[in-house]
T-cell receptor
Framework: DADVTQTPRNRITKTGKRIMLECSQT?????MYWYRQDPGLGLRLIYY???????NKGEISDGYSVSRQAQAKFSLSLESAIPNQTALYFC??????????????FGPGTRLTVL | GQNIDQPTEMTATEGAIVQINCTYQ??????LFWYQQHAGEAPTFLSY????GLEEKGRFSSFLSRSKGYSYLLLKELQMKDSASYLC??????????FGKGTMLLVSP
Protein backbone atom coordinates (compact mmCIF):
# COMPACT_ATOMS: atom_id res chain seq x y z
CA ASP A 1 0.00 0.00 0.00
CA ALA A 2 1.15 3.53 -0.78
CA ASP A 3 2.45 5.51 2.19
CA VAL A 4 1.10 8.84 0.91
CA THR A 5 -2.19 8.87 -0.96
CA GLN A 6 -4.03 11.68 -2.71
CA THR A 7 -7.66 11.88 -3.79
CA PRO A 8 -8.87 12.51 -6.38
CA ARG A 9 -6.11 11.64 -8.85
CA ASN A 10 -7.73 13.65 -11.61
CA ARG A 11 -10.34 16.39 -11.44
CA ILE A 12 -11.93 18.66 -14.01
CA THR A 13 -13.96 21.54 -12.63
CA LYS A 14 -15.38 24.86 -13.73
CA THR A 15 -14.38 28.40 -12.84
CA GLY A 16 -15.91 29.51 -9.55
CA LYS A 17 -16.41 26.04 -8.10
CA ARG A 18 -15.10 25.07 -4.67
CA ILE A 19 -12.99 21.93 -4.61
CA MET A 20 -11.01 20.02 -2.06
CA LEU A 21 -7.96 17.86 -2.58
CA GLU A 22 -7.18 15.37 0.14
CA CYS A 23 -3.95 13.81 1.35
CA SER A 24 -3.50 10.92 3.76
CA GLN A 25 -0.33 9.28 5.01
CA THR A 26 0.53 6.14 6.94
CA UNK A 27 4.19 7.06 7.49
CA UNK A 28 3.58 8.57 10.93
CA UNK A 29 5.24 11.82 9.88
CA UNK A 30 4.43 15.08 11.63
CA UNK A 31 5.17 17.40 8.73
CA MET A 32 2.98 17.71 5.65
CA TYR A 33 3.16 19.96 2.59
CA TRP A 34 1.17 20.98 -0.47
CA TYR A 35 2.93 21.90 -3.74
CA ARG A 36 1.81 22.74 -7.22
CA GLN A 37 3.84 22.01 -10.33
CA ASP A 38 3.55 23.89 -13.59
CA PRO A 39 5.60 23.29 -16.73
CA GLY A 40 8.75 25.41 -16.66
CA LEU A 41 8.14 26.62 -13.11
CA GLY A 42 9.03 23.60 -11.03
CA LEU A 43 7.54 22.71 -7.66
CA ARG A 44 6.23 25.61 -5.62
CA LEU A 45 5.11 25.41 -2.00
CA ILE A 46 1.51 26.41 -1.26
CA TYR A 47 1.09 25.57 2.45
CA TYR A 48 2.81 23.45 5.05
CA UNK A 49 2.08 22.10 8.50
CA UNK A 50 4.68 20.96 11.02
CA UNK A 51 2.09 19.43 13.35
CA UNK A 52 -1.68 19.30 13.79
CA UNK A 53 -1.92 22.78 15.34
CA UNK A 54 0.57 24.43 12.99
CA UNK A 55 -0.33 25.87 9.56
CA ASN A 56 1.99 28.08 7.52
CA LYS A 57 1.73 29.85 4.19
CA GLY A 58 4.18 28.96 1.49
CA GLU A 59 5.38 30.85 -1.54
CA ILE A 60 2.02 30.91 -3.37
CA SER A 61 -0.86 30.60 -0.87
CA ASP A 62 -3.25 33.17 -2.40
CA GLY A 63 -6.48 31.51 -3.55
CA TYR A 64 -5.88 28.39 -1.42
CA SER A 65 -6.68 27.26 2.11
CA VAL A 66 -5.78 24.14 4.08
CA SER A 67 -6.99 22.04 6.96
CA ARG A 68 -4.95 19.63 9.07
CA GLN A 69 -7.65 17.35 10.40
CA ALA A 70 -5.28 14.87 12.05
CA GLN A 71 -1.62 13.93 11.99
CA ALA A 72 -2.31 11.75 8.96
CA LYS A 73 -4.59 14.08 6.97
CA PHE A 74 -3.97 17.40 5.25
CA SER A 75 -6.51 18.88 2.83
CA LEU A 76 -6.12 21.67 0.28
CA SER A 77 -9.13 23.75 -0.79
CA LEU A 78 -9.69 26.08 -3.67
CA GLU A 79 -12.60 28.28 -2.56
CA SER A 80 -13.36 29.61 -6.03
CA ALA A 81 -11.32 27.88 -8.70
CA ILE A 82 -9.84 29.86 -11.60
CA PRO A 83 -8.18 28.59 -14.81
CA ASN A 84 -4.65 29.54 -13.75
CA GLN A 85 -4.98 27.07 -10.89
CA THR A 86 -4.83 24.30 -13.48
CA ALA A 87 -1.75 22.33 -12.43
CA LEU A 88 -0.39 19.11 -10.98
CA TYR A 89 -0.73 19.17 -7.18
CA PHE A 90 1.47 17.12 -4.86
CA CYS A 91 1.25 16.39 -1.18
CA UNK A 92 4.43 15.48 0.70
CA UNK A 93 5.37 14.39 4.21
CA UNK A 94 8.57 14.43 6.26
CA UNK A 95 9.88 13.39 9.65
CA UNK A 96 12.10 15.70 11.66
CA UNK A 97 13.17 13.22 14.33
CA UNK A 98 16.76 13.42 15.55
CA UNK A 99 17.84 10.58 13.28
CA UNK A 100 16.01 11.85 10.22
CA UNK A 101 17.25 14.08 7.42
CA UNK A 102 13.71 15.47 7.14
CA UNK A 103 13.51 14.06 3.62
CA UNK A 104 10.19 14.77 1.94
CA UNK A 105 8.20 11.91 0.42
CA PHE A 106 5.60 12.70 -2.20
CA GLY A 107 2.13 11.41 -2.97
CA PRO A 108 1.18 10.40 -6.53
CA GLY A 109 -0.30 13.80 -7.39
CA THR A 110 -3.66 15.22 -8.41
CA ARG A 111 -4.08 16.61 -11.90
CA LEU A 112 -6.52 19.50 -11.67
CA THR A 113 -8.05 21.24 -14.68
CA VAL A 114 -10.15 24.38 -14.23
CA LEU A 115 -12.22 25.27 -17.28
CA GLY B 1 15.36 34.78 -1.07
CA GLN B 2 16.96 31.77 -2.62
CA ASN B 3 18.09 31.23 -6.16
CA ILE B 4 18.65 27.73 -7.53
CA ASP B 5 19.93 27.19 -11.05
CA GLN B 6 20.18 23.98 -13.05
CA PRO B 7 20.23 23.34 -16.80
CA THR B 8 16.84 22.98 -18.44
CA GLU B 9 17.67 19.98 -20.61
CA MET B 10 20.46 17.49 -21.18
CA THR B 11 20.89 14.58 -23.54
CA ALA B 12 23.10 11.53 -23.20
CA THR B 13 23.59 8.07 -24.65
CA GLU B 14 22.75 4.77 -23.03
CA GLY B 15 25.73 3.41 -21.13
CA ALA B 16 27.39 6.82 -20.79
CA ILE B 17 27.99 9.04 -17.74
CA VAL B 18 26.19 12.36 -17.24
CA GLN B 19 26.69 15.10 -14.67
CA ILE B 20 23.81 17.43 -13.78
CA ASN B 21 24.90 20.62 -12.05
CA CYS B 22 23.04 22.74 -9.53
CA THR B 23 24.14 26.10 -8.15
CA TYR B 24 22.44 27.97 -5.34
CA GLN B 25 22.64 31.24 -3.43
CA UNK B 26 21.18 31.18 0.06
CA UNK B 27 21.94 31.93 3.68
CA UNK B 28 21.44 29.42 6.46
CA UNK B 29 22.07 26.44 4.17
CA UNK B 30 21.11 23.16 5.81
CA UNK B 31 21.14 20.48 3.17
CA LEU B 32 20.68 19.78 -0.52
CA PHE B 33 18.43 17.10 -1.99
CA TRP B 34 18.19 15.49 -5.40
CA TYR B 35 14.92 13.98 -6.63
CA GLN B 36 14.04 12.07 -9.79
CA GLN B 37 10.68 12.65 -11.45
CA HIS B 38 9.30 10.72 -14.40
CA ALA B 39 6.70 12.54 -16.49
CA GLY B 40 3.36 12.76 -14.69
CA GLU B 41 4.63 10.94 -11.62
CA ALA B 42 5.69 11.92 -8.12
CA PRO B 43 9.24 13.06 -7.36
CA THR B 44 11.25 10.29 -5.69
CA PHE B 45 14.16 10.90 -3.34
CA LEU B 46 17.65 10.15 -4.69
CA SER B 47 20.21 11.71 -2.38
CA TYR B 48 20.95 14.15 0.42
CA UNK B 49 24.13 16.13 1.09
CA UNK B 50 24.74 18.44 4.01
CA UNK B 51 28.55 18.19 4.31
CA UNK B 52 31.09 18.78 1.56
CA GLY B 53 32.03 15.77 -0.48
CA LEU B 54 30.69 12.91 -2.49
CA GLU B 55 27.84 10.56 -1.54
CA GLU B 56 27.60 7.39 -3.62
CA LYS B 57 24.55 5.19 -4.05
CA GLY B 58 24.94 2.56 -6.72
CA ARG B 59 24.93 4.17 -10.16
CA PHE B 60 24.10 7.59 -8.68
CA SER B 61 26.45 9.91 -6.81
CA SER B 62 25.93 13.43 -5.49
CA PHE B 63 28.59 16.00 -4.66
CA LEU B 64 28.39 19.16 -2.58
CA SER B 65 30.66 22.18 -2.14
CA ARG B 66 29.11 24.54 0.38
CA SER B 67 31.75 27.25 -0.12
CA LYS B 68 30.96 27.37 -3.84
CA GLY B 69 27.19 26.91 -3.52
CA TYR B 70 27.47 24.02 -5.94
CA SER B 71 26.27 20.45 -6.25
CA TYR B 72 26.16 17.86 -8.97
CA LEU B 73 24.37 14.58 -9.55
CA LEU B 74 26.41 11.99 -11.42
CA LEU B 75 24.63 9.17 -13.20
CA LYS B 76 26.77 6.28 -14.45
CA GLU B 77 25.98 3.46 -16.89
CA LEU B 78 22.94 5.31 -18.13
CA GLN B 79 19.82 3.32 -18.89
CA MET B 80 16.77 4.29 -20.90
CA LYS B 81 14.72 4.33 -17.70
CA ASP B 82 16.92 7.17 -16.42
CA SER B 83 15.15 9.52 -18.84
CA ALA B 84 13.40 11.81 -16.38
CA SER B 85 13.51 15.22 -14.76
CA TYR B 86 16.05 15.70 -11.96
CA LEU B 87 15.19 18.23 -9.27
CA CYS B 88 17.68 19.98 -7.02
CA UNK B 89 16.25 21.32 -3.73
CA UNK B 90 17.84 23.35 -0.94
CA UNK B 91 16.81 23.54 2.71
CA UNK B 92 17.44 26.62 4.82
CA UNK B 93 17.60 26.11 8.59
CA UNK B 94 15.02 23.62 9.84
CA UNK B 95 12.43 24.85 7.44
CA UNK B 96 11.07 23.97 4.05
CA UNK B 97 12.68 23.08 0.73
CA UNK B 98 13.07 25.35 -2.26
CA PHE B 99 13.21 23.49 -5.55
CA GLY B 100 15.01 24.35 -8.74
CA LYS B 101 13.04 24.13 -11.98
CA GLY B 102 14.49 20.75 -12.81
CA THR B 103 16.72 19.30 -15.53
CA MET B 104 15.06 17.12 -18.14
CA LEU B 105 17.43 14.29 -19.08
CA LEU B 106 16.86 12.40 -22.31
CA VAL B 107 18.75 9.13 -22.72
CA SER B 108 18.97 7.85 -26.27
CA PRO B 109 19.96 4.37 -27.52
Amino acid sequence: DADVTQTPRNRITKTGKRIMLECSQTKGHDRMYWYRQDPGLGLRLIYYSFDVKDINKGEISDGYSVSRQAQAKFSLSLESAIPNQTALYFCATSDVSTTSTDTQYFGPGTRLTVL
Amino acid sequence: GQNIDQPTEMTATEGAIVQINCTYQTSGFNGLFWYQQHAGEAPTFLSYNVLDGLEEKGRFSSFLSRSKGYSYLLLKELQMKDSASYLCAVRVGYSTLTFGKGTMLLVSP
